[in-house]
């Protein structure tokens, strides 16, 4: 298995698909390399490709709202996308982007070993928990994928556009904190 510097390394000079050649900085994921909750969101926006962090835009900043509605913040968990580089003018990553890219994720996952997957929006629960996801009815629900717990919420893009999706927001992110409870009890994540 590679280790996080051959893998970040190997990210960072990435030439695999086109996206590289419009992109500002490759942004490879951000929090806690022995997090129990990984967060995948799609690709970086404008901010994160101008800053080479995920999440740090209007999208971000709802983001981590979400995370202290249940005492979690950027630091605990690990947080990292489908695609490494910006889409022009954030447009859906292209199949074609994702698979020359879910390899570094796939690395991620494996040296992380998170116990619970939270994907955010569509893109990524297609990608990751079902191709024929449908993120307006399975929203908040579980899934387990080889013993890991793996769930979608709203992306916080679609939180911001569509403010009446945030009720139902709010339950799956405390259907979120009671699994992490349930399946991380010692852990650190979220207090009791
Ligand atoms: N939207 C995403 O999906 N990922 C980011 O990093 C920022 C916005």
Redesign the pocket.
């Known amino acids: 298995m590679m280790t996080w510097e051959e893998l970040e390394s190997r990210c960072m000079a990435c030439q695999n698909c086109p996206l590289a050649e419009t992109r500002t900085n490759v942004?490879f994921g951000v929090g806690s390399r022995q997090a129990d909750v990984l967060f995948i969101?799609?690709?970086?926006?404008e901010q994160?490709d101008l800053q080479g962090e995920?999440?740090v835009?209007p999208?971000?900043k709802l983001l981590d709202v979400m995370l202290e509605v249940i005492d979690l913040d950027r630091t605990k968990v690990y947080i990292a996308?489908i695609v490494k580089c910006r889409p022009p003018r954030n447009r859906d990553p292209l199949n074609l982007e994702q698979d020359a890219c879910i390899g570094y994720l796939r690395a991620q996952t494996a040296l992380i070993r998170p116990k619970i997957i939270v994907c955010?929006?569509r893109i990524a629960a297609m990608r990751i928990i079902d191709k024929d996801f449908r993120i307006t009815r399975q929203h908040g629900q579980w899934f387990d994928r080889a013993g890991v717990s793996m769930m979608a919420l709203y992306?916080p893009?679609a939180l911001l556009r569509d403010p009446a999706k945030r009720p139902d927001t709010f339950l799956d992110l405390k259907s979120l904190q009671a699994k992490i409870r349930e399946v991380c009890p010692d852990s650190f994540v979220t207090k009791r």
């Open positions: 942004v969101g799609e690709g970086p926006g994160e995920p999440f835009g999208a971000g996308n955010l929006g992306h893009s």
